[in-house]
């Protein structure tokens, strides 16, 4: 009797350590945790009925529970090994294609031996697993089948689980700190997506109509060739810059150097307001409904854009023969999901090619991705157009350290309040936006300036706007004036009503560039 009970808690404990591992980072490994699979427990208490009711399951179900309970484990090792090393949870449909792609490469570069190896370790892995998992519900099954308060226990522990895991309330009532985060949720979530991204009628009927992206690129003619545009969202640039006193009056005369710049470059600059899809945070989100033109204001919508084959801006710039870099000094990590966009570059921390000192977290200072982008990108002749998307990371938060411009003593300082560092940040992206400008030729250039989001509520303040800036600075009187008949003022200060919503942005982008009509 003693003996069957031991057999039952070891066949428990291996089952459950193989759903309730942690990832062991930096890296692939993991880690063991002493937590409950909250799947396992219920699974138990399944089983137990079914013994009752029917008996030990025979050899044949015993295999197939166990095949079952093998996915559960490849699914646990996602869902905690993806995070640590992409920053972001598992999406089965990108990180599949990122999967495959990495088996092909790895295929083409490795030697046949070492591919025969790795193949064996994994076949041999997985068929030791199977054979564990086999065996500890064989054991469970048998325990249950001759130990009837261990049946009845089971049941009754189950259900005392259950409440404890429902009963959760958060900031009030931690009652499951013993569970390991269930995988049903990750599963379903997956299970949607995947159908989703299957039957893409679904799909658009969810994300719902988007721009036809159907006019040309007329207006951004020169007598030089077309226009490089290069969007760049700036990070954490909220309408709090301007609504808040404080700031407004601390920003003034970096904003009036920048006017001055734009003005002795030959340029005008024309701005208007528009509400972010989300706030103090998330970025990409407004990132996605501007390059699409669709409402991306939640993670499930991101995805569900990712896994269509909607239009976007890069794809309709590259129609029009442009050239499409992605310019992303703030990717650390692999980026599958980049591949929807279809940039002719992807350029990211490791391939912007900057070899100057570290900033920070995000390393690469702002000037000077904007530096490596001019220079690789834009200086070359002859050339195609670039249509160039900047995300910049230097006002992100903590906000601090700054970078030093080139021929400035020290950076702005770190020392302060947040809402000064802030300030801060706002003043250093002004002061390099005003020498960038200062060099490069306004003719063949159209800079738009978007903030993603506002910073957080700490900064933005109680019950703080969505709102963001948007700042189009250009050389051409006909292209500024477009951008004035769809509502935008001149200067950097924006009027206080927003235009819409971020992904309203994108159809006043495509009609301010079709040379086909005026607009008025």
């Known amino acids: ?226 226009a490089d545009v290069i969007l760049m969202f700036a990070e954490s640039y909220g309408a709090v810059a301007f609504d808040d006193a404080a700031m407004q009056t601390t920003l003034a005369p970096a904003r009036a150097r920048l006017l001055d710049a734009i003005d002795a470059s030959g340029r005008q600059v024309v701005s208007a307001r528009v509400r972010a899809a989300t706030f103090g945070g998330a970025s990409w989100l407004s990132h996605a409904s501007l390059l699409s033109g669709i409402a991306i204001d939640e993670p499930a919508r991101h995805n569900l854009l990712l896994a269509s084959e909607r239009p976007t801006l890069v794809q309709h710039f590259a129609r029009h023969g442009y050239r499409t870099v992605g310019w992303m000094p703030g990717i650390k990590r692999p980026w599958p999901e980049g591949a929807f966009y279809g940039f002719e570059r992807l350029a990211d921390d490791a391939r912007l090619g900057y070899s100057g000192p570290d900033v920070g977290y995000w390393r690469i200072p702002d000037h000077a991705a904007m530096e490596l982008l001019q220079a690789q990108e834009l200086n070359s002749s002859p050339r195609k157009p670039v249509f160039a998307v900047f995300p910049t990371t230097s006002t992100h938060a903590p906000f601090h350290p700054l970078p030093t411009l080139p021929g400035e003593s020290a950076a702005d300082g770190d020392t302060g309040s947040t809402a000064e560092r802030y300030t801060r940040s706002l003043r250093y992206q002004f002061r390099w936006l005003a020498r960038h400008l200062a060099v490069t030729d306004p003719s063949r250039q159209v800079l738009i300036v978007v903030g993603d989001h506002q910073p957080p509520g700490g900064l933005a303040g109680r019950d703080a706007s969505w709102d963001v800036p948007v700042h189009v600075i250009a050389s051409d009187p006909a292209l500024i004036r477009r951008f004035e008949n769809l509502g935008f003022t001149a200067g950097l200060q924006p009027s206080d009503a927003a235009l819409g919503d971020m992904h309203e942005l994108t159809r006043a982008l495509l009609l301010a560039f079709d040379g086909r009509s005026e607009h008025h």
């Open 1 to 226: 009797m003693a003996a069957a009970w031991l057999r039952a808690g070891l066949a428990f404990f291996i089952l459950n350590t193989l759903l309730t591992f942690e990832n062991r980072w930096p890296g692939l490994g993991v880690l063991y945790m002493p937590r409950l699979s909250f799947e396992l427990c219920l699974g138990l208490a399944l089983l137990a009925a079914w013994v009752a009711w029917r008996g030990v399951p025979t050899p044949r179900a015993t295999t197939a529970l166990a095949f079952g309970f093998v996915l559960l484990v490849a699914v646990r090792y996602l869902d905690v090994t993806v995070p640590a090393v992409m920053g972001r949870p598992v999406n089965l449909y990108w990180d599949g294609r990122h999967a495959f792609e990495l088996i092909r490469v790895v295929g083409q570069s490795w030697s046949w031996w070492h591919v025969t190896g790795a193949l064996s370790a994994l076949l041999l892995g997985a068929s030791l697993l199977l054979v564990v998992a086999r065996w500890g519900m064989a054991t469970l099954a048998h325990a249950l089948a001759t130990l009837p308060s261990l049946r009845r226990g089971s049941g009754l522990a189950a259900g005392a689980f259950s409440l404890c895991f429902v009963a959760y309330v958060p900031d009030e009532r931690d009652t499951r700190w013993f569970f390991s985060l269930p995988l049903t949720p990750t599963l379903m979530q997956q299970a949607t997506l995947l159908t989703q991204a299957a039957w893409p009628g679904q799909a658009d009927a969810t994300l719902g109509p988007g721009p036809a992206f159907d006019t040309d690129l007329h207006a951004l003619r020169t007598p030089e060739g077309s």
